[in-house]
């Protein structure tokens, strides 16, 4: 079964973890590190053999067109991650179309073509933006893949479907949750991210396997360039817990990943969204 493969194209300082000790205005001051970062994805995605979705910040793809348009003519969807990464509940209906307006004119121009998917970040769509698909949809977006269907400390929306589903009455826009899995009445993230990172490899590979075996539909994955890259500059002052998710086993990510991608079946969101749209009508 093909499973959705993302990164979520943004810099090592603009992580949500980081947002209170780094502030916007002081991003453009800071060592660039997502064009190299991108490139090594991009290596990465071709020793695979696998095509995949880059959700990139507008902020990204303005400074950095041309990762973007290499990204895209390598066969890559491009789609949206937002401008500047604030959180989809933070913003409010009328903010979001404009951040969404400004990501998609600098996302569109790098890459010369027009995103039609979106993933909110750091899965800013949940009960609080009863707005926020609406919004979407109107904008001429396909689908999102915004929701995380479980309870955690930064983000989810536990009571949100586990699976694709259209989250508007008469409107063919499709949510794409990320990946979750369930063992014995429990419910775990297994989409990627930190998760793979801090997890046993055997544990996210199992996941998947669960959700395509076991559910019969895709998984959903993600990570990000700057987890790929153990010589990034450390930011004092984070939380712990946030550091020590941030930092941890960096330099086992690449093999690990690569080790995935041939374990299973990958393709960018927009095909897996194409399937379950199938699937769903
Ligand atoms: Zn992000």
């Known amino acids: 079964m093909l499973n959705a493969l993302s990164v979520d194209v943004e810099d090592w300082f603009q992580v ?16 660039a590190r997502v064009e190299r970062n991108g490139e090594a994805v991009l290596e990465l995605f071709a020793e695979a053999g696998v095509e995949a979705t880059f959700f990139t910040l507008g902020w990204v793809a303005e400074r950095y067109p041309a990762l973007i348009r290499r990204a895209a003519e ?3 969807e491009i789609a949206s991650h937002g401008w500047d990464h604030q959180r989809v509940f933070n913003l409010g209906e009328a903010a979001f179309r404009a951040d969404l307006r400004r990501a998609h004119a600098a996302i569109a121009e790098a890459a010369g073509v027009e995103p039609k998917g979106y993933r909110a970040p750091s899965f800013s769509i949940d009960a609080r933006t009863p707005w926020a698909h609406k919004v979407l949809a109107e904008e001429g977006y396909a689908y999102s893949s915004s929701v995380a269907p479980i309870a955690h400390d930064h983000y989810g929306w536990r009571e949100a479907p586990r699976f694709a589903h259209r989250p508007l009455a008469g409107s063919e826009l499709i949510e794409l949750p990320v990946t979750t899995v369930e063992l014995g009445g429990r419910r775990m993230a297994a989409g990627g991210g ?3 990172r801090l997890l046993p490899y055997r544990f996210s590979s199992w996941a998947i396997d669960r959700v395509n075996d076991g559910d019969g539909r895709p998984a959903v994955f993600y990570f990000h360039p700057w987890e790929i890259d ?17 930092y941890s086993r960096l330099s086992t990510m690449r093999p690990r990943l690569l080790k995935l991608f041939r374990a299973h079946e990958w393709g960018r969101t927009d095909q897996v969204v194409m399937a379950e749209r199938e699937r769903l009508s």
């Open 16 to 31: 949500g973890a980081f947002e209170t000790v780094i502030g916007r205005d002081r991003w453009d001051g800071l060592e």
């Open 74 to 76: 390598a066969g890559h």
């Open 194 to 196: 930190g998760f793979f």
């Open 230 to 246: 153990p010589g990034q500059p450390r930011v004092s002052g984070a939380p712990l817990r946030s550091r020590l998710r941030h």
